[in-house]
């Protein structure tokens, strides 16, 4: 069974751009979460998705945001990018909201210039 | 709200030395517990878990025992390889509130030389 896969793997945008990135989860699997991976603030959750409906949001601005599609996939956006949103992006799925284990894509890693 | 806390790095030792890897927990519900592994440039693997007091999780050598009473969850491995260098999370989710959402101690970075 494929593992969780995220795209683009590697991202270049100046601040004040949009970007938007991409999370296919193992097949079956119906929830999908995002967190933010900085050497700073370390691994910090930013939102999960059960059922195409937001289930749990971190605490982050407004400016993150996040979708997920009827058959899974998910994406998250930030807009109007700042110098500190350089991170690295992990995606996560498990099979659904019963405290299931989560696995882990290889993430997308993020410079904002 | 919940927490984890996990020892400070970097953790140097000797290839076949034994490692130990501290972890303690605050969770207000019945949470699950992880201990993820992070190689360079790469994702989070799963390493092992445990999901109740006194459960052993355990895998590739390492163990973990759900420790309710000193609400602890060391990390374990009686011989280090040099391939076990990598970053070291200890996470929990308390399934209590209906999600599967971790909260993720910093880290502990293991460095095993040969």
């Known amino acids: 069974k494929a593992g969780v896969t995220q795209t683009p793997r590697y991202l270049i945008k100046t601040r004040g751009q949009q970007v938007t990135l991409s999370c296919s989860p193992i097949?079956?699997?119906?929830?999908v979460s995002w967190y933010q991976q900085t050497p700073g603030q370390g691994l910090q959750f930013l939102f999960e998705y059960f059922s195409e409906t937001q289930r749990n949001k971190g605490n982050f601005p407004g400016r993150f945001s996040g979708r997920q599609f009827s058959n899974s996939r998910s994406e998250m956006n930030v807009s109007t990018l700042e110098l500190g949103d350089s991170a690295l992006y992990l995606c996560?799925?498990?099979?659904?909201?019963?405290?299931?284990?989560?696995?882990f894509g290889p993430g997308t890693r993020l410079l904002v210039l | 709200g919940d927490s984890v806390t996990q020892m400070e790095g970097p953790v140097t030792l000797s290839e076949e030395a034994f490692l130990t890897i501290n972890c303690t927990y605050t969770a207000t519900g019945y949470p699950s517990l992880f201990w993820y592994v992070q190689y360079p440039g790469e994702g989070l693997q799963l390493l092992l878990k445990?999901?109740?007091?006194?459960d052993k999780g355990s895998n590739k050598g390492f163990e973990a025992t759900y420790r309710k009473e000193t609400t602890s969850f060391h990390l374990e491995k009686g011989s280090v390889q040099v391939s076990d260098s990598a970053v070291y999370f200890c996470a929990l989710s308390d399934r209590t509130y209906n999600t599967d959402k971790l909260i993720f101690g910093t880290g502990t970075r293991l460095q095993v030389f040969p």
């Open positions: 996560a799925s498990s099979l659904d909201l019963a405290g299931e284990t989560q696995y």
């Open positions: 445990a999901t109740k007091a006194d």
């Open positions: 097949s079956g699997h119906r929830s």
